[in-house]
């Protein structure tokens, strides 16, 4: 078993701004294995805490295993994200597999993980999330050693800020990330890596990543949903850690750039909103903070007025100051929910990827474990 962890717990004290690694108890892993179950188990031990979890194949040669859940209280309920683009597997390259932030700290803080260690820092003014935007990120990477980390960002009044890796599966659910953070006073969760991943014993050539080869791609998911994308749009396909079935894309802004689109349902919604004009839109949205869901019928309305791609900033800006675009949003049903799906939650391999591959069994991931792990499964799936 040791073979799939670190057996660490990153543990941030953000009322005290104190921090440490400390032991994941070897019960406690062979009980819940990782991830979602992983993540339901540290809650009865934090009950307010903010919590993310790698998954014992998170990181490895298995396919899209870049996985990692984000559990935290909502409602009175326990909120539990996927978070994808290779969250999971950069939280692993820091030497933890879990981290937990306790509390509310008294003033703007980010927590930096690197190597093994980390720490807490007070936000320089220009990060208070008020004022960060999407400059936010590119601030916060200046301040790293390699200039290359994945993020989670916060945002005033819980607004979603996606900054470099952090693309999910929907904007409400990232909405409901940041807003995660911003409530513990933390306006960001830097993970700079640096650290060996845990030598998993899984083959790159595994069976099942021939078998999710070419089984998506970004035009389908978009006809799925409706929408059909515009002639030479996408300048580049992409996919997520070690994934096999790349279902996203950079897409083409109309005065040069790029923006990158992980969602799906987001992108056909701003294509029927404001046809070729949806990657500036999309750039706006992420730029300003706002819910392209919520932004779309805006858009519709003035596109349909004669607006233009440039014009979308300033649209959006506007409604904005006017309180005519709400900031957040709550999270996004997800659709039916299969034991396949649940086992990635839980082994750290991307669920959208097991919606979209219904013959992919629970026994088929199971197969990329080792026999000791396959008998804990089961049990980790019934806290999942």
């Known amino acids: 078993m040791s073979r799939y962890y670190h057996k660490g717990l990153a543990l941030a004290d953000m009322a005290a701004e104190r921090f440490d690694i400390v032991p994941l108890r070897d019960d406690m892993l062979a009980t819940a294995i990782g991830g979602a179950a992983l993540g339901s188990l540290l809650h009865e031990s934090y009950p307010d805490a903010f919590i993310l979890c790698a998954g014992p194949l998170t990181g490895s040669f298995a396919p899209a295993s870049g996985l990692a859940v984000a559990a935290f209280p909502r409602q009175g309920e326990l909120c539990r994200l996927p978070l994808l683009q290779g969250i999971g597997a950069m939280l692993r390259q820091c030497g933890v597999d879990a981290l937990a932030l306790v509390g509310r700290a008294g003033r703007p803080l980010v927590l930096r993980l690197r190597r093994g260690t980390g720490g807490l820092e007070r936000a320089k003014a220009s990060l208070h999330p008020d004022h960060a935007r999407a400059d936010l990120r590119e601030e916060l990477l200046r301040d790293t050693q390699d200039g290359i980390a994945a993020l989670l960002l916060a945002g005033a009044d819980s607004t979603a800020l996606r900054g470099a890796g952090m693309h999910l599966g929907s904007m409400p659910q990232a909405a409901a990330l940041a807003g995660a953070l911003s409530d513990r006073n933390c306006v960001a969760l830097v993970l700079e890596g640096g650290s060996p991943l845990p030598p998993v014993p899984v083959p790159a050539d595994t069976p099942l990543r021939g078998r999710l080869a070419s089984t998506g791609c970004f035009a389908k998911e978009l006809a799925a949903r409706g929408a059909r994308l515009p002639a030479g749009m996408v300048w580049k396909s992409?996919?997520?850690?070690?994934?096999?079935?790349?279902?996203?894309?950079?897409?083409?802004?109309?005065?040069?750039?790029?923006?990158?689109?992980?969602?799906?349902?987001?992108?056909?919604?701003?294509?029927?909103?404001?046809?070729?004009?949806?990657?500036?839109?999309?750039?706006?949205?992420?730029?300003?903070?706002?819910?392209?869901?919520?932004?779309?019928?805006?858009?519709?309305?003035?596109?349909?007025?004669?607006?233009?791609?440039?014009?979308?900033?300033?649209?959006?800006?506007?409604?904005?100051?006017?309180?005519?675009?709400?900031?957040?949003?709550?999270?996004?049903?997800?659709?039916?929910?299969?034991?396949?799906?649940?086992?990635?939650?839980?082994?750290?391999?991307?669920?959208?990827?097991?919606?979209?591959?219904?013959?992919?069994?629970?026994?088929?991931?199971?197969?990329?474990?080792?026999?000791?792990?396959?008998?804990?499964?089961?049990?980790?799936?019934?806290?999942?």
């Not at 629970?362 to 026999?371: F, I, K, Q, V, Y």
């Open 238 to 384: 992409a996919a997520c850690y070690h994934c096999p079935a790349p279902c996203q894309a950079w897409v083409k802004m109309s005065a040069g750039g790029y923006a990158f689109c992980a969602d799906h349902q987001v992108f056909a919604a701003l294509i029927r909103a404001c046809g070729a004009a949806a990657p500036d839109a999309l750039a706006a949205c992420d730029a300003l903070g706002l819910d392209p869901l919520l932004a779309a019928p805006l858009l519709k309305d003035a596109c349909s007025k004669g607006a233009r791609s440039v014009d979308m900033p300033a649209i959006l800006a506007r409604a904005l100051s006017e309180h005519a675009v709400p900031g957040g949003a709550e999270p996004a049903a997800q659709g039916e929910d299969t034991e396949s799906m649940r086992a990635g939650r839980v082994l750290g391999i991307c669920p959208h990827l097991l919606r979209r591959n219904p013959s992919v069994t629970p026994e088929d991931l199971a197969g990329l474990l080792d026999e000791d792990m396959r008998q804990r499964l089961p049990a980790a799936l019934a806290l999942a």
